[in-house]
């Protein structure tokens, strides 16, 4: 099956820091999502992006998919951000199952 | 609109029990999948229903079972519970076609002891 291996593993950072969160994935994919993971369990919709770049307030995302990988950039952090990141991938049209990725754990301190 | 919707959230049942977890997606969404997220396993795909047939189905035992009702509601269930059956189990919905965004529920975190 495909394998999606996200980069780092851990990530502190100091508040109003930048980061980039890594997503690459072993074979095309239909699908690209990312993820955040609140402290309750819960996967919050960050990005769907199978290709191209998006923008949304302070995160911003971009995939090259014909390079097999993905970018979260997360700008001027908080320490809300704090929690787990998951890129998650679809191999194929009519697969209907996301391949996730360990994720990376992000710690924003004040 | 509501979001997805899974009950219960927190389950503590003992080894060798069944226990029966349920979803309801995004209204007018008919495709429910289901993971299973532990520390060591990390996310991992159980299977997925839409228009109450199984159309992909992971790696688990048969123990693990699920279904799809008319109105897209879902339930899975997981017979003669093991301690490594404990774990967080993540309901996602979607509209149904490949390559369209999934939406996760809270989760239900089940303890079995």
């Known amino acids: 099956g495909i394998q999606v291996e996200q980069s780092p593993p851990d990530l502190i950072l100091q508040e109003g820091a930048n980061s980039t969160l890594r997503c690459n994935f072993s074979?095309?994919?239909?699908?690209l999502q990312w993820f955040h993971q609140n402290p309750w369990g819960q996967l919050i919709n960050l990005f769907y992006?199978?290709?191209g770049t998006k923008q949304n307030g302070r995160l911003s995302a971009t995939t090259v998919a014909t390079e097999r990988y993905s970018l979260l950039y997360i700008s001027s952090s908080q320490t809300t951000d704090s929690g787990v990141y998951f890129c998650?991938?679809?191999?194929?049209?009519?697969?209907?199952?996301?391949?996730f990725g360990k994720g990376t754990k992000l710690s924003v301190i004040p | 609109k509501a979001g997805v919707t899974q009950t219960p959230r927190y389950l503590i049942k003992t080894r060798g029990q069944q226990v029966t977890l349920s979803c309801s997606p995004i209204?007018?969404?008919?495709?429910v999948s289901w993971y299973q997220q532990t520390p060591g396993q990390g996310l991992q795909f159980l299977f997925e229903?839409?228009?109450?047939?199984?159309?992909n189905k992971g790696n688990f035992p048969g123990r693990f079972s699920g279904r799809q009702f008319s109105n897209s509601r879902s339930e899975m269930n997981v017979s003669t519970l093991e301690l490594g059956d404990s774990a967080l189990y993540l309901c996602?919905?979607?509209?149904?076609?490949?390559?369209?965004?999934?939406?996760f529920g809270q989760g239900t975190r089940l303890t079995v002891v």
């Open positions: 996602a919905s979607s509209m149904g076609s490949g390559g369209t965004e999934a939406f």
């Open positions: 074979d095309s994919v239909n699908n």
């Open positions: 992006i199978p290709s």
């Open positions: 998650a991938v679809e191999r194929e049209a009519g697969s209907y199952q996301l391949t």
């Open positions: 209204s007018g969404h008919r495709s």
């Open positions: 229903y839409f228009s109450e047939t199984q159309r």
